[in-house]
């Protein structure tokens, strides 16, 4: 007991770190060492004494054409300054002023303030020193760590620097791509509009496939540059930014940053004197990326030239190198070829006065078709071969075999056990599901994505989470997979794992076929995800659907309000908005096939055939605040899976009847046709329940309603004053003919609750007692109410029974120069509330806010007073709750 309440408060505590304490390993400790020691560790790390030494670009690297577009050289506009702060992460941390994005999104005005700061510095060529101070923590990289090796770095800056370097940062990376400079097909890191790693990993991986299934040969050497970021010389940045021809306004800017850059580090214990950064780049910094990724681009500039790519089918010429920031990988086609770029590499690495790491690098040589043990070295430095030891590059696992088994494999074992740890913790089910919502499938995303997984074995995995999905929500294993992951009528806050497999996959291969990249988009490899489903497939379909909703609109599929009432037109969307529309189509397939299972299923699809009711949408904040049995009641009641006698005789042969009355006693016969429950008044208890609730929300607006200043005598066409400068009200938007109870404010009610109800007789004379009576004298308007909660099934039944009821009364009213309304009422005995009831609270003018409250109330009334009498089932006597 004491360890359940640990782990709960543990988790209200803080749900997202409960979660990384869950699923990765525990990363702890402190760092033991004096102030003089690190700081004596920071002076020799950052210590660089060719630092003024000029690095004149190689001689034979390729000329580049002069910019056909220029450069923007002028001081910051403000579109460009609010820009950026409008797309800065709200959560990035703030630097040593303690100044976060907040205050500048959330003030205009001391952003302008800023602005104009920013435009003096330009102008003045004069970095302020607080732009150019970084305050930094050291964060353990594994458990007990102490030493020094053992830490991660991480600095921050203030953000007002952060803002100005990030604007020229897209100026420059606006330029480089314009004018062609940055080779996208090599180099893809920081050049928007391209997801360059998984491009960059799909593309090598694609391309090792193909050489093993057409018996080539094909020589691929992943290269480790040994503390890239941390020893790239700033003189390299500046040769680049030469080369680039980069205007010297710029130039000068951000040499004058970098010039005097520092940092200093704070520890438990104290914080180390000011460092100067002579040698690499910041972390965190806005400019530094893209000063790295021109520098990384010389260097293989200068040396691509040596060797050719791989020629394909198509005539293209794959290139020979791949880069993704300090990653670059060499793939050729011969020995002689490979042996040369390595050559070169190195030649201009050292150069660049940084160094290659042969121990950290590997090789895979394919010999027609086979994986052979060829064998490259840097230097005298052999680098080990994949069967030697395997590699992980670009976020993806290579070994010998060449193949994703293990990877698929390991994944398997892994969910397997996230779920088994999930399920160890002590916290209720629900807390359970939402550890898998927000844990799990989060961190098994991207293997699913990158990796050739086929659906057969996604679908298995999903199988193992749905099995434990089951049994955290305490519902059966026989309820069917669309109660827990369809969009149909009660909709969970759940998700499936194959359909979020499907749309990784499309998204990715959107990607790959929509590439920036000509090199990728001519030779857009098709993912292999197994025979029964195939993402090339799917976008070729999701494509032809949404050009052809182009031309016709689109067709409604089923009734489940799969929703693509307006959109965009395909043809005039751009590439990321198609991909989203293609993700969004498959998403819909996937639920028209759902749909189109769950009717043909007799007892688990009822739901299908619920033509007048609205659908309830359970959020993670309702499923928060819900009670556990409420949940599992709620689940099991609207796909009839609740162990009820007929369903027990189904199950296990046992005595199918009622305990009250000895009639066959399924769901519907306990909970809406019992006679004896009827007699009991069990139903009618039900009953007003629910009435109390319609009728107090009516109530609230009908004293509402008659406490508002008089109504204008000319309604409803009646001229509203308008304040100059005030925007005249919308008409339309409250159309005045729907909100009845405004025309009037002598609006009296009547509801058969507690007393009986005896109708207004300067109205009709009737022993009839409807729920309820609504109605103005000076309207001479009438609304009788009157309230049903049925099986969800006879909602319509129900309302054309108490429609005819009211016939004649109505009749007489009318008679009697009263504009009379009858107003059939239902609420589902499951808590899902009828169109007629919404429509109700709608034409009394009882919309958003209070309308949803007041659906939740009723729906919640019906539903739990449901669950009593479900729990009263084999009680002969009855006391209501
Ligand atoms: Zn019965």
């Known amino acids: ?273 000011w460092q100067c950064l002579n040698v690499g780049i910041m972390a965190g910094c806005t400019i530094s990326p893209l000063a790295f990724i021109m520098a990384m681009e010389v260097i293989i500039r200068s040396s691509k030239w040596v060797a050719g790519g791989q020629r394909v089918d198509s005539g293209f010429r794959l290139p020979p190198l791949r880069a993704y920031m300090d990653d670059i990988t060499t793939l050729t086609t011969t020995v002689p070829c490979t042996r040369r770029l390595l050559r070169k590499l190195e030649e201009n690495i050292s150069w660049a006065r940084m160094k290659i790491k042969p121990s950290k690098s ?46 698929v494999q390991q994944l398997r074992k892994d969910i397997s056990s996230s779920l088994q740890s999930i399920d160890n913790t002590q916290l209720p089910g629900k807390l359970k599901a939402w550890c898998l919502q927000f844990g799990l499938l989060p961190r098994v995303l991207w293997p699913l994505a990158v990796y050739e997984v086929p659906i057969s074995t996604v679908e298995k995995m999903e199988r193992g989470v749905t099995g434990y999905l089951k049994k955290w929500l305490g519902v059966p294993r026989c309820l069917t997979t669309i109660g827990l992951y369809g969009d149909g009528v009660l909709k969970l806050p759940l998700t499936s794992l194959t359909e979020e497999f499907k749309c990784s996959k499309t998204r990715l291969q959107m990607t790959l076929n929509e590439s920036r990249d000509p090199v990728v988009s001519n030779n857009a490899p098709t993912l292999a995800t197994g025979r029964k489903w195939r993402p090339g497939k799917a976008v070729q379909e999701a494509t032809a659907a949404l050009r052809h909703a182009d031309i016709v609109g689109h067709v409604q599929q089923g009734r489940g309000g799969l929703g693509l009432t307006s959109r965009a037109a395909w043809s005039k969307a751009t590439a990321p908005e198609r991909r989203k529309m293609v993700v969004q189509e498959v998403r819909h397939q996937e639920e028209a096939a759902r749909w189109a299972k769950a009717v043909s299923l007799s007892k688990q699809g009822q739901w299908t055939r619920w033509d007048s009711v609205e659908k309830r949408k359970i959020s993670w904040k309702d499923l928060w605040a819900m009670e556990a049995r409420r949940l599992s009641f709620s689940i099991r009641a609207t796909y009839d899976v609740l162990p009820t006698p007929v369903n027990l005789h189904q199950w296990y042969g046992e005595d199918p009847d009622c305990a009250l009355c000895s009639m066959p006693a399924n769901l519907r016969h306990i909970l809406t046709g019992c006679k004896t429950s009827l007699t009991q008044g069990r139903y009618t208890w039900r009953h007003n329940q629910v009435l109390k609730n319609l009728a107090s929300a009516l109530e609230d607006k009908r004293a509402a309603t008659n406490s508002l200043p008089p109504p204008a005598a000319s309604h409803p066409l009646r001229t509203n004053f308008v304040r100059e400068g005030a925007k005249p009200p919308k008409r339309g938007s409250t159309p005045l003919e729907r909100d009845q109870l405004r025309l009037a404010r002598d609006w009296k009610m009547l509801a058969d609750i507690g007393r009986q109800l005896v109708f207004p007789p300067e109205i009709a004379t009737t022993t009839l007692r409807p729920d309820m009576v609504l109605w103005s004298r000076s309207l001479k308007k009438v609304f009788i109410i009157e309230l049903t909660v049925p099986w969800e099934d006879s909602v319509d039944e129900a309302y054309e029974r108490k429609h005819l009821r009211y016939a004649d009364l109505a ?49 919640e009334a019906a539903e739990g007073s449901s669950q009593w009498l479900w729990m009263k089932r084999k009680d002969p006597s009855w006391a209501p709750k």
């Open 1 to 273: 007991m004491y360890f359940l309440e640990q782990t709960r408060t543990r988790f209200y505590k803080d749900p997202f770190k409960f979660l990384k304490s869950l699923f990765t390993k525990e990363k702890s400790g402190a760092l033991k060492t004096t102030k003089k020691d690190l700081e004596e560790h920071l002076r020799t790390t950052n210590f660089d004494s060719k630092r003024h030494e000029h690095l004149a670009i190689p001689s034979d690297i390729p000329p580049i054409e002069p910019p056909e577009h220029h450069i923007e050289t002028s001081p910051p506009t403000w579109k460009e300054v609010e820009n950026t702060v409008r797309r800065a992460r709200t959560a990035s941390a703030p630097g040593p002023n303690g100044v976060p994005y907040k205050v500048y999104k959330n003030a205009p005005d001391v952003l302008r303030f800023l602005w104009r700061l920013m435009r003096t510095a330009w102008k003045n060529k004069i970095i302020p020193k607080v732009w150019r101070r970084a305050g930094g923590v050291l964060i353990p990289k594994e458990k007990d760590a102490v030493n020094i090796s053992q830490f991660r770095p991480i600095s921050l800056l203030n953000v007002e620097g952060k803002i100005f370097f990030r604007v020229i940062a897209q100026r420059m990376a606006e330029y480089l791509q314009r004018n062609a400079y940055v080779d996208t097909s090599v180099q893809k890191a920081g050049i928007s509009g391209f997801s360059g790693c998984l491009e960059h990993s799909s593309m090598i991986w694609h391309q090792i496939q193909m050489a093993k299934v057409e018996k080539r040969d094909l020589h691929v050497v992943f290269l480790d540059l040994a503390n890239a970021f941390g020893s790239v010389p700033h003189e390299l940045l500046w040769s680049a930014f030469r080369f680039f021809h980069i205007p010297d306004t710029i130039t000068t800017l951000v040499k004058s940053y970098f010039q005097d850059l520092q940092f200093c580090f704070t520890t438990s214990e104290f914080t180390t004197s």
């Open 362 to 407: 590997r090789s895979i040589s394919i010999v027609k078709g086979v994986l052979s043990d060829l064998k490259f070295f840097i230097g005298d430095d052999q680098i080990p071969t994949v069967s030697e030891q395997p590699v992980k590059s670009l976020g993806r696992w290579y070994d010998a075999s060449l193949k994703d088994k293990d990877q």
């Open 811 to 859: 009749a007489e009213a009318r008679h009697h120069g009263w504009n009379t309304e009858v107003r059939p009422v239902e609420v589902g005995c499951r808590g899902f509330v009828a169109t007629s009831t919404t429509r109700l609270l709608r034409d009394l003018g009882i919309k958003g806010q209070s309308q949803r409250s007041a659906i939740k109330a009723v729906s």
